[in-house]
């Protein structure tokens, strides 16, 4: 039996738990529970796998995965097993002490999210009043120790204006990339929407703003960018393509190919707890369910374009269509493209529900 290319990567997500309250998370609108979370044992049961399995990446997510006291133990532990390691954090636990016992562990890289550049708004988006200071205090101290360091924004119709801005702000505090990323509409993203959805007019002045600020920084900021999907008219290849390269796995220890894969109805979601990182990638039905091209209805199966996109996010299709095996509404070719085109039409900015736990 030919077995996949193995993953490249490994999406830990240690905790939902967070401090913040972010309208946009992508995390399951029913989070899981303290109680419920994976032991340290079984994190290091996994590492092990993970690196057996050929995965040369551990990221290590949330929620806030700084909730974790065992954090450092688990990066260690990583480490030892010759994995790469990023940590992926919101910065607001982060003081000296912490990040000295993360870097003792060998850790390799972080990447600090940011809701955004100005106080005002960044404290109105995570819900947490004194959160820009802690971020900016996490920044600098990252900074001066010259570990590798990466600022996120997530970009939507209230702060894209102030992209410039953003990016002013990474090159200073000395990050070496920085992620220019609109809102992916999953999770508390999707029940925000028409809230967060930029217009077509702040999109098109988005990518005016990042092809400046790459001619003007040149090779002093990478810059990533992410535009949303709704504005396109071919969808993005998600997640490379169907459990073709990432392994995403759930604080109580459900395996999934993209973090959004739970949406889909009458799935069993194998559990680390119970079964190898091996045998579910390579065997388990939900990771071969969208992987490759046989799956595809038309028009993806003629298209040219199929082993580039992978048919779009099969999440994206069941949320807008009400069928996963549909062509991603976003694709200009697809029979479901209105949904999309109707979603932008509309003009209404209710007020955002924050996530809550």
């Given at each position: 039996?030919?077995?996949?290319?193995?993953?490249?990567?490994?999406?830990?997500?240690?905790?939902?738990?967070?401090?913040?309250?972010?309208?946009?998370?992508?995390?399951?609108?029913?989070?899981?529970?303290?109680?419920?979370?994976?032991?340290?044992?079984?994190?290091?049961?996994?590492?092990?796998?993970?690196?057996?399995?050929?995965?040369?990446?551990?990221?290590?997510?949330?929620?806030?995965?700084?909730?974790?006291?065992?954090?450092?133990?688990?990066?260690?532990?990583?480490?030892?097993?010759?994995?790469?390691?990023?940590?992926?954090?919101?910065?607001?636990?982060?003081?000296?002490?912490?990040?000295?016992?993360?870097?003792?562990?060998?850790?390799?890289?972080?990447?600090?999210?940011?809701?955004?550049?100005?106080?005002?708004?960044?404290?109105?988006?995570?819900?947490?009043?004194?959160?820009?200071?802690?971020?900016?205090?996490?920044?600098?101290?990252?900074?001066?120790?010259?570990?590798?360091?990466?600022?996120?924004?997530?970009?939507?119709?209230?702060?894209?204006?102030?992209?410039?801005?953003?990016?002013?702000?990474?090159?200073?505090?000395?990050?070496?990339?920085?992620?220019?990323?609109?809102?992916?509409?999953?999770?508390?993203?999707?029940?925000?929407?028409?809230?967060?959805?930029?217009?077509?007019?702040?999109?098109?002045?988005?990518?005016?703003?990042?092809?400046?600020?790459?001619?003007?920084?040149?090779?002093?900021?990478?810059?990533?960018?992410?535009?949303?999907?709704?504005?396109?008219?071919?969808?993005?290849?998600?997640?490379?393509?169907?459990?073709?390269?990432?392994?995403?796995?759930?604080?109580?220890?459900?395996?999934?190919?993209?973090?959004?894969?739970?949406?889909?109805p009458g799935m069993e979601?194998?559990?680390?707890?119970?079964?190898?990182?091996?045998?579910?990638?390579?065997?388990?039905?939900?990771?071969?369910?969208?992987?490759?091209?046989?799956?595809?209805?038309?028009?993806?199966?003629?298209?040219?374009?199929?082993?580039?996109?992978?048919?779009?996010?099969?999440?994206?299709?069941?949320?807008?269509?009400?069928?996963?095996?549909?062509?991603?509404p976003v694709c200009g070719?697809?029979?479901?493209?209105?949904?999309?085109?109707?979603?932008?039409?509309?003009?209404?900015?209710?007020?955002?529900?924050?996530?809550?736990?």
């Amino acid at each position: 039996m030919t077995h996949p290319t193995p993953p490249m990567s490994l999406l830990a997500e240690l905790t939902h738990r967070c401090p913040l309250a972010c309208p946009y998370c992508s995390n399951p609108i029913t989070l899981d529970r303290r109680q419920d979370e994976l032991e340290t044992t079984d994190w290091l049961r996994i590492l092990d796998e993970a690196a057996e399995i050929g995965i040369l990446q551990a990221h290590f997510s949330g929620g806030e995965p700084m909730a974790r006291p065992d954090l450092p133990e688990l990066i260690a532990y990583a480490n030892r097993r010759n994995l790469y390691t990023n940590l992926i954090t919101s910065g607001v636990l982060l003081d000296q002490s912490r990040f000295n016992a993360l870097r003792d562990a060998g850790l390799d890289h972080v990447q600090l999210s940011f809701q955004d550049v100005e106080t005002e708004g960044a404290e109105r988006i995570g819900h947490l009043r004194g959160a820009q200071q802690r971020k900016l205090a996490a920044a600098r101290i990252i900074a001066d120790d010259g570990m590798p360091l990466t600022f996120n924004f997530v970009i939507h119709h209230e702060n894209v204006a102030r992209i410039p801005a953003m990016l002013a702000l990474a090159h200073e505090y000395g990050a070496g990339r920085v992620e220019i990323a609109h809102t992916q509409y999953y999770g508390w993203g999707l029940r925000n929407r028409a809230a967060l959805l930029p217009t077509r007019a702040q999109l098109d002045r988005s990518v005016q703003d990042i092809e400046t600020a790459r001619q003007h920084y040149g090779n002093t900021l990478t810059i990533d960018f992410v535009t949303p999907d709704y504005h396109l008219d071919r969808p993005k290849p998600c997640m490379g393509g169907w459990g073709q390269r990432f392994l995403n796995i759930t604080p109580s220890g459900r395996v999934l190919p993209c973090h959004a894969a739970e949406t889909l109805p009458g799935m069993e979601f194998p559990n680390a707890r119970n079964q190898s990182l091996e045998t579910i990638w390579n065997t388990s039905p939900l990771f071969q369910l969208y992987r490759g091209t046989d799956w595809m209805p038309e028009p993806c199966q003629s298209c040219d374009r199929k082993e580039i996109d992978w048919g779009g996010c099969r999440c994206q299709a069941l949320a807008l269509t009400g069928n996963a095996t549909n062509t991603d509404p976003v694709c200009g070719l697809s029979p479901h493209h209105h949904v999309v085109t109707d979603s932008l039409n509309r003009n209404e900015r209710p007020e955002l529900q924050f996530r809550h736990f």
